[in-house]
Protein backbone atom coordinates (compact mmCIF):
# COMPACT_ATOMS: atom_id res chain seq x y z
CA UNK A 1 0.00 0.00 0.00
CA UNK A 2 0.97 3.24 -0.68
CA UNK A 3 3.01 5.52 2.22
CA UNK A 4 -0.09 6.51 4.74
CA UNK A 5 -1.59 9.89 4.50
CA UNK A 6 -2.62 11.88 7.06
CA UNK A 7 -5.23 14.84 6.95
CA UNK A 8 -5.79 17.17 10.07
CA UNK A 9 -8.63 20.07 9.93
CA UNK A 10 -8.52 22.51 13.04
CA UNK A 11 -8.63 26.24 12.57
CA UNK A 12 -6.04 28.54 11.92
CA UNK A 13 -6.65 30.92 15.07
CA UNK A 14 -8.17 31.09 18.19
CA UNK A 15 -9.81 33.12 21.18
CA UNK A 16 -7.36 32.59 24.36
CA UNK A 17 -9.01 29.52 26.19
CA UNK A 18 -11.09 28.12 23.29
CA UNK A 19 -12.75 25.13 22.58
CA UNK A 20 -11.94 23.89 19.58
CA UNK A 21 -13.11 20.73 17.58
CA UNK A 22 -9.77 18.77 15.92
CA UNK A 23 -10.77 16.17 13.15
CA UNK A 24 -8.27 13.79 11.82
CA UNK A 25 -8.28 11.36 9.33
CA UNK A 26 -5.59 8.76 7.35
CA UNK A 27 -5.27 6.45 5.21
CA UNK A 28 -4.51 3.32 6.31
CA UNK A 29 -5.80 -0.37 5.66
CA UNK A 30 -5.78 -1.40 8.95
CA UNK A 31 -5.22 -5.44 8.05
CA UNK A 32 -6.72 -6.83 11.31
CA UNK A 33 -4.65 -10.18 10.59
CA UNK A 34 -8.01 -12.22 10.18
CA UNK A 35 -8.21 -12.32 6.94
CA UNK A 36 -6.96 -14.46 4.36
CA UNK A 37 -5.11 -14.21 0.93
CA UNK A 38 -6.52 -16.31 -2.17
CA UNK A 39 -3.99 -19.22 -1.33
CA UNK A 40 -5.33 -19.85 2.40
CA UNK A 41 -2.69 -18.08 4.00
CA UNK A 42 -3.43 -15.36 6.67
CA UNK A 43 -2.68 -12.18 6.10
CA UNK A 44 -0.13 -10.67 8.70
CA UNK A 45 -1.90 -7.61 10.80
CA UNK A 46 -0.60 -4.58 10.06
CA UNK A 47 -2.43 -1.48 11.80
CA UNK A 48 -2.29 1.53 13.29
CA UNK A 49 -2.14 1.09 16.90
CA UNK A 50 -1.79 4.36 18.72
CA UNK A 51 -2.77 7.87 18.22
CA UNK A 52 -1.51 10.64 19.69
CA UNK A 53 -2.35 14.92 19.98
CA UNK A 54 0.43 17.21 21.46
CA UNK A 55 -0.04 20.82 22.01
CA UNK A 56 3.17 22.40 22.93
CA UNK A 57 4.64 19.08 24.31
CA UNK A 58 1.48 18.56 26.41
CA UNK A 59 -0.41 15.12 26.26
CA UNK A 60 -4.15 16.19 24.58
CA UNK A 61 -5.37 12.90 23.72
CA UNK A 62 -4.20 9.70 23.23
CA UNK A 63 -5.83 6.09 22.31
CA UNK A 64 -4.82 2.49 21.63
CA UNK A 65 -6.72 1.17 17.78
CA UNK A 66 -7.32 -2.26 17.60
CA UNK A 67 -8.19 -4.56 15.02
CA UNK A 68 -11.59 -4.41 14.77
CA UNK A 69 -11.02 -0.09 13.73
CA UNK A 70 -12.07 0.07 9.95
CA UNK A 71 -9.68 1.54 7.65
CA UNK A 72 -9.01 5.14 7.38
CA UNK A 73 -9.59 5.66 11.10
CA UNK A 74 -11.14 8.85 11.85
CA UNK A 75 -10.98 10.89 14.73
CA UNK A 76 -12.86 13.38 16.25
CA UNK A 77 -12.42 15.58 19.73
CA UNK A 78 -12.36 18.87 21.61
CA UNK A 79 -9.46 20.86 22.96
CA UNK A 80 -9.04 24.06 24.76
CA UNK A 81 -6.11 26.77 23.34
CA UNK A 82 -4.49 28.51 26.39
CA UNK A 83 -1.55 30.13 23.63
CA UNK A 84 -0.74 29.98 20.12
CA UNK A 85 0.98 26.90 19.60
CA UNK A 86 1.57 23.90 17.75
CA UNK A 87 -0.45 20.56 17.71
CA UNK A 88 1.61 17.41 16.98
CA UNK A 89 -0.16 14.31 15.72
CA UNK A 90 1.35 10.91 15.70
CA UNK A 91 0.29 7.62 14.18
CA UNK A 92 2.18 4.39 15.54
CA UNK A 93 2.04 1.55 13.09
CA UNK A 94 2.70 -1.73 13.72
CA UNK A 95 5.81 -2.47 11.97
CA UNK A 96 7.11 0.32 13.96
CA UNK A 97 6.94 3.70 11.60
CA UNK A 98 5.65 6.89 13.29
CA UNK A 99 3.49 9.11 11.04
CA UNK A 100 3.70 12.81 12.47
CA UNK A 101 1.49 15.76 11.31
CA UNK A 102 2.03 19.34 13.13
CA UNK A 103 0.13 22.06 12.39
CA UNK A 104 0.33 25.45 13.95
CA UNK A 105 -2.26 27.41 15.98
CA UNK A 106 -2.53 31.45 17.13
CA UNK A 107 -4.45 32.64 19.64
CA UNK A 108 -5.66 36.51 19.51
CA UNK B 1 -18.23 -18.80 14.41
CA UNK B 2 -21.65 -17.26 15.36
CA UNK B 3 -20.75 -14.80 13.60
CA UNK B 4 -19.83 -16.84 9.94
CA UNK B 5 -23.20 -18.05 10.72
CA UNK B 6 -25.28 -14.54 11.07
CA UNK B 7 -23.54 -13.75 7.70
CA UNK B 8 -24.21 -16.68 5.93
CA UNK B 9 -28.19 -16.45 7.12
CA UNK B 10 -28.23 -12.70 5.79
CA UNK B 11 -27.02 -13.52 2.23
CA UNK B 12 -29.55 -16.18 2.33
CA UNK B 13 -32.26 -13.25 3.52
CA UNK B 14 -31.41 -11.08 0.05
CA UNK B 15 -32.94 -13.70 -1.41
CA UNK B 16 -35.98 -14.31 1.16
CA UNK B 17 -36.53 -10.51 1.26
CA UNK B 18 -37.54 -10.22 -1.79
CA UNK B 19 -40.63 -12.37 -1.75
CA UNK B 20 -41.47 -12.43 2.44
CA UNK B 21 -42.34 -9.43 4.41
CA UNK B 22 -41.51 -6.47 2.70
CA UNK B 23 -41.41 -3.31 4.97
CA UNK B 24 -41.92 0.37 3.61
CA UNK B 25 -39.44 2.94 4.11
CA UNK B 26 -39.83 6.34 2.42
CA UNK B 27 -36.34 7.97 1.49
CA UNK B 28 -35.92 11.29 4.22
CA UNK B 29 -36.73 14.27 3.49
CA UNK B 30 -33.37 15.91 3.57
CA UNK B 31 -31.03 17.87 1.98
CA UNK B 32 -27.45 17.48 0.92
CA UNK B 33 -24.73 20.15 1.20
CA UNK B 34 -21.20 19.37 0.81
CA UNK B 35 -18.72 21.59 2.68
CA UNK B 36 -21.79 24.06 2.17
CA UNK B 37 -22.42 23.35 -1.82
CA UNK B 38 -25.60 21.96 -2.84
CA UNK B 39 -26.67 18.72 -3.99
CA UNK B 40 -29.48 18.04 -6.65
CA UNK B 41 -30.55 15.07 -4.94
CA UNK B 42 -34.00 15.14 -6.21
CA UNK B 43 -34.75 16.06 -10.14
CA UNK B 44 -38.00 15.69 -12.50
CA UNK B 45 -37.47 12.78 -14.19
CA UNK B 46 -36.63 12.73 -18.11
CA UNK B 47 -39.84 12.16 -20.73
CA UNK B 48 -39.99 8.70 -20.62
CA UNK B 49 -39.31 7.67 -17.19
CA UNK B 50 -40.90 4.76 -15.15
CA UNK B 51 -40.98 7.36 -12.29
CA UNK B 52 -41.81 10.97 -11.64
CA UNK B 53 -39.16 12.19 -9.64
CA UNK B 54 -35.55 10.91 -9.31
CA UNK B 55 -34.18 10.36 -6.10
CA UNK B 56 -30.16 10.05 -4.86
CA UNK B 57 -29.21 6.98 -2.86
CA UNK B 58 -28.03 9.92 -0.63
CA UNK B 59 -31.60 9.60 0.70
CA UNK B 60 -32.36 6.08 1.09
CA UNK B 61 -28.88 6.00 4.26
CA UNK B 62 -28.77 6.22 7.76
CA UNK B 63 -27.94 9.67 9.23
CA UNK B 64 -24.68 8.63 10.08
CA UNK B 65 -23.87 7.68 6.59
CA UNK B 66 -25.19 10.60 5.05
CA UNK B 67 -23.44 12.86 7.49
CA UNK B 68 -19.94 11.76 6.54
CA UNK B 69 -20.55 12.52 2.83
CA UNK B 70 -21.60 15.93 3.43
CA UNK B 71 -18.04 16.62 4.87
CA UNK B 72 -15.65 16.38 2.59
CA UNK B 73 -13.02 15.99 5.43
CA UNK B 74 -14.43 13.03 6.79
CA UNK B 75 -14.92 11.03 3.26
CA UNK B 76 -12.44 8.95 3.12
CA UNK B 77 -13.27 8.53 -0.83
CA UNK B 78 -11.64 12.06 -0.49
CA UNK B 79 -8.12 10.16 0.71
CA UNK B 80 -8.04 8.48 -2.90
CA UNK B 81 -9.03 11.47 -5.05
CA UNK B 82 -6.59 13.27 -3.06
CA UNK B 83 -4.11 10.47 -3.98
CA UNK B 84 -4.98 10.99 -7.28
CA UNK B 85 -4.07 14.27 -7.98
CA UNK B 86 -0.72 13.49 -7.79
CA UNK B 87 -0.92 10.65 -10.44
CA UNK B 88 -2.38 13.36 -12.22
CA UNK B 89 0.58 15.31 -12.64
CA UNK B 90 3.34 12.32 -12.15
CA UNK B 91 4.48 10.96 -15.72
CA UNK B 92 3.77 7.70 -17.06
CA UNK B 93 4.54 5.64 -20.06
CA UNK B 94 7.35 6.26 -23.24
CA UNK B 95 5.65 9.87 -24.05
CA UNK B 96 6.94 10.96 -20.91
CA UNK B 97 3.70 12.84 -20.44
CA UNK B 98 1.57 13.22 -17.50
CA UNK B 99 -2.27 14.14 -17.52
CA UNK B 100 -1.24 17.60 -16.21
CA UNK B 101 0.89 18.19 -19.59
CA UNK B 102 -1.80 18.24 -21.93
CA UNK B 103 -4.74 18.85 -20.07
CA UNK B 104 -3.38 21.40 -16.96
CA UNK B 105 -4.76 21.92 -13.57
CA UNK B 106 -7.40 19.25 -13.30
CA UNK B 107 -9.93 21.74 -11.55
CA UNK B 108 -10.04 23.54 -14.38
CA UNK B 109 -9.85 20.82 -17.63
CA UNK B 110 -12.00 18.62 -15.94
CA UNK B 111 -14.89 20.68 -14.28
CA UNK B 112 -18.36 19.32 -15.55
CA UNK B 113 -16.69 17.15 -17.60
CA UNK B 114 -17.43 14.03 -15.55
CA UNK B 115 -21.01 14.45 -15.59
CA UNK B 116 -21.72 13.94 -19.19
CA UNK B 117 -20.18 10.46 -19.84
CA UNK B 118 -20.61 8.00 -21.20
CA UNK B 119 -19.98 9.72 -24.84
CA UNK B 120 -20.30 8.51 -28.34
CA UNK B 121 -16.59 7.51 -29.25
CA UNK B 122 -16.34 7.06 -32.78
CA UNK B 123 -12.86 5.49 -33.07
CA UNK B 124 -14.17 2.93 -30.75
CA UNK B 125 -17.98 3.37 -32.81
CA UNK B 126 -18.99 2.95 -29.15
CA UNK B 127 -19.95 4.73 -26.10
CA UNK B 128 -17.14 4.66 -23.59
CA UNK B 129 -17.12 5.99 -19.58
CA UNK B 130 -14.67 7.86 -17.66
CA UNK B 131 -12.19 4.77 -16.86
CA UNK B 132 -11.74 3.74 -21.12
CA UNK B 133 -10.92 7.54 -21.57
CA UNK B 134 -8.02 7.25 -19.09
CA UNK B 135 -7.15 4.31 -20.84
CA UNK B 136 -7.48 6.22 -24.36
CA UNK B 137 -5.63 8.96 -22.94
CA UNK B 138 -3.09 6.59 -21.41
CA UNK B 139 -2.96 4.08 -24.46
CA UNK B 140 -2.80 7.43 -27.45
CA UNK B 141 -1.36 9.95 -25.48
CA UNK B 142 1.28 8.71 -23.23
CA UNK B 143 2.41 5.37 -24.69
CA UNK B 144 1.33 3.52 -21.02
CA UNK B 145 -0.37 0.65 -20.41
CA UNK B 146 -4.47 0.71 -19.88
CA UNK B 147 -5.25 0.16 -16.28
CA UNK B 148 -6.21 -3.08 -15.04
CA UNK B 149 -9.73 -3.11 -14.58
CA UNK B 150 -10.93 -1.73 -11.02
CA UNK B 151 -7.09 -0.95 -10.42
CA UNK B 152 -6.28 1.27 -7.36
CA UNK B 153 -5.14 3.95 -10.08
CA UNK B 154 -8.01 3.70 -11.86
CA UNK B 155 -10.72 3.70 -9.45
CA UNK B 156 -8.80 6.74 -7.88
CA UNK B 157 -8.31 8.69 -11.28
CA UNK B 158 -12.26 8.25 -12.45
CA UNK B 159 -13.08 9.07 -8.90
CA UNK B 160 -10.76 12.44 -9.21
CA UNK B 161 -12.31 13.84 -12.85
CA UNK B 162 -15.85 12.84 -11.83
CA UNK B 163 -15.16 15.09 -8.39
CA UNK B 164 -14.60 17.88 -10.60
CA UNK B 165 -18.15 17.58 -11.85
CA UNK B 166 -19.44 17.50 -7.85
CA UNK B 167 -22.74 19.23 -7.42
CA UNK B 168 -23.05 19.49 -11.75
CA UNK B 169 -26.57 17.72 -13.06
CA UNK B 170 -25.73 14.75 -14.64
CA UNK B 171 -27.00 13.79 -18.66
CA UNK B 172 -26.13 11.68 -21.35
CA UNK B 173 -26.09 13.29 -25.38
CA UNK B 174 -27.89 10.67 -26.77
CA UNK B 175 -28.16 12.45 -30.14
CA UNK B 176 -24.52 11.61 -30.72
CA UNK B 177 -23.73 8.48 -32.84
CA UNK B 178 -25.62 5.27 -32.45
CA UNK B 179 -26.14 5.91 -28.98
CA UNK B 180 -30.24 6.14 -28.78
CA UNK B 181 -29.81 2.13 -29.84
CA UNK B 182 -26.79 1.41 -26.79
CA UNK B 183 -30.05 2.93 -24.35
CA UNK B 184 -32.45 0.74 -25.99
CA UNK B 185 -30.33 -2.15 -26.01
CA UNK B 186 -29.19 -0.97 -21.85
CA UNK B 187 -33.16 -0.72 -21.12
CA UNK B 188 -33.86 -4.67 -22.34
CA UNK B 189 -31.20 -5.58 -19.82
CA UNK B 190 -32.44 -3.76 -17.06
CA UNK B 191 -35.60 -5.18 -17.55
CA UNK B 192 -34.63 -8.46 -18.02
CA UNK B 193 -35.16 -11.20 -15.39
CA UNK B 194 -31.59 -13.29 -15.18
CA UNK B 195 -29.90 -15.84 -12.76
CA UNK B 196 -31.70 -18.21 -10.40
CA UNK B 197 -33.10 -15.97 -8.30
CA UNK B 198 -34.89 -14.83 -11.77
CA UNK B 199 -34.29 -10.79 -11.02
CA UNK B 200 -34.02 -7.70 -13.08
CA UNK B 201 -32.47 -4.46 -12.08
CA UNK B 202 -36.14 -2.95 -12.28
CA UNK B 203 -37.50 -6.19 -9.85
CA UNK B 204 -35.57 -4.46 -7.00
CA UNK B 205 -34.72 -0.63 -7.62
CA UNK B 206 -38.05 -0.08 -9.47
CA UNK B 207 -40.59 -2.27 -8.24
CA UNK B 208 -39.69 -2.79 -4.68
CA UNK B 209 -38.11 0.89 -4.00
CA UNK B 210 -38.10 2.20 -1.14
CA UNK B 211 -38.73 -1.20 0.50
CA UNK B 212 -36.43 -2.85 3.16
CA UNK B 213 -34.69 -5.93 1.85
CA UNK B 214 -33.66 -7.28 5.61
CA UNK B 215 -31.70 -4.23 6.94
CA UNK B 216 -30.73 -2.50 3.49
CA UNK B 217 -33.11 0.01 2.35
CA UNK B 218 -33.75 -0.51 -1.56
CA UNK B 219 -32.64 2.77 -3.62
CA UNK B 220 -33.70 3.68 -7.62
CA UNK B 221 -29.87 2.35 -8.31
CA UNK B 222 -28.82 5.65 -9.01
CA UNK B 223 -25.29 6.21 -10.39
CA UNK B 224 -24.38 9.38 -9.37
CA UNK B 225 -22.28 9.01 -7.00
CA UNK B 226 -19.85 6.50 -8.60
CA UNK B 227 -17.00 5.50 -8.00
CA UNK B 228 -18.30 5.35 -4.35
CA UNK B 229 -17.04 4.88 -0.94
CA UNK B 230 -18.76 1.86 0.07
CA UNK B 231 -18.16 1.52 4.07
CA UNK B 232 -18.66 -2.42 3.29
CA UNK B 233 -15.94 -2.22 1.23
CA UNK B 234 -13.64 0.32 3.16
CA UNK B 235 -13.01 1.22 -0.47
CA UNK B 236 -13.68 3.32 -3.60
CA UNK B 237 -16.50 0.80 -5.87
CA UNK B 238 -16.23 1.18 -9.36
CA UNK B 239 -20.06 1.11 -11.36
CA UNK B 240 -19.13 -1.53 -13.67
CA UNK B 241 -18.54 -3.26 -9.86
CA UNK B 242 -21.44 -2.49 -8.82
CA UNK B 243 -23.08 -3.47 -11.16
CA UNK B 244 -21.25 -6.82 -11.59
CA UNK B 245 -22.19 -7.59 -7.77
CA UNK B 246 -25.95 -6.76 -8.36
CA UNK B 247 -25.93 -9.78 -11.06
CA UNK B 248 -23.62 -12.05 -9.06
CA UNK B 249 -26.65 -11.74 -6.30
CA UNK B 250 -29.10 -12.99 -8.70
CA UNK B 251 -27.22 -15.80 -8.95
CA UNK B 252 -26.07 -14.97 -12.56
CA UNK B 253 -23.28 -15.41 -14.82
CA UNK B 254 -22.16 -11.02 -15.18
CA UNK B 255 -20.80 -10.17 -18.13
CA UNK B 256 -17.26 -8.89 -17.98
CA UNK B 257 -16.57 -4.91 -16.60
CA UNK B 258 -16.59 -2.64 -19.75
CA UNK B 259 -18.49 -5.41 -22.00
CA UNK B 260 -20.94 -4.31 -24.39
CA UNK B 261 -23.37 -5.89 -22.10
CA UNK B 262 -22.77 -3.77 -19.32
CA UNK B 263 -21.94 0.10 -21.05
CA UNK B 264 -25.29 -0.36 -22.74
CA UNK B 265 -26.60 -0.59 -19.20
CA UNK B 266 -24.33 2.45 -17.96
CA UNK B 267 -25.74 4.34 -20.77
CA UNK B 268 -29.33 3.65 -19.76
CA UNK B 269 -28.78 3.91 -16.05
CA UNK B 270 -27.26 7.22 -16.38
CA UNK B 271 -30.20 8.22 -18.23
CA UNK B 272 -32.57 7.27 -15.72
CA UNK B 273 -30.65 9.24 -13.08
CA UNK B 274 -30.76 12.80 -15.93
CA UNK B 275 -30.58 16.21 -13.57
CA UNK B 276 -29.11 14.46 -10.49
CA UNK B 277 -25.93 16.51 -9.27
CA UNK B 278 -22.87 13.96 -8.93
CA UNK B 279 -21.71 13.26 -5.70
CA UNK B 280 -18.29 11.86 -6.35
CA UNK B 281 -17.13 9.54 -4.22
CA UNK B 282 -20.48 9.49 -2.67
CA UNK B 283 -20.44 7.37 0.78
CA UNK B 284 -22.88 4.46 0.93
CA UNK B 285 -23.26 1.73 3.19
Redesign the interface.
Known amino acids: M ?1 TP ?1 P ?1 V ?1 LPKSAAKDEIITI ?1 T ?1 I ?1 HD ?1 ESGQRKDKDGNAIPRKILNTFTCEFNGQAVFSCNMEPAI ?3 P ?1 FEFNARVPESGTFKFSWVDDDGTVITHEQDIEVK | MKTRLTIISLAGGIALGCFAGLAHADPVDDTLEIDGQPMITRAPAPEGHPFDEVLSGWLFREAETRAVEADSFQNPGMLEVERAAEIWSTPEGTAGKSCETCHGDVSESMKGVGAHYPKWDKDANRPINIELQIDKCRTEQMGAEPYKFDAKDQKAMTALIKNQSLGEPMSVDLSQGDMQSWWDRGKDTYYTRTGQLNLSCSNCHEDSMGNMIRADHLSQGQVNGFPTYRLKQSALVSLHNRFRGCIRDTRAEFPKAFSDELMALEVYVTWRGTGLSVETPAVRQ
Open positions: SKRKKLSMSANY
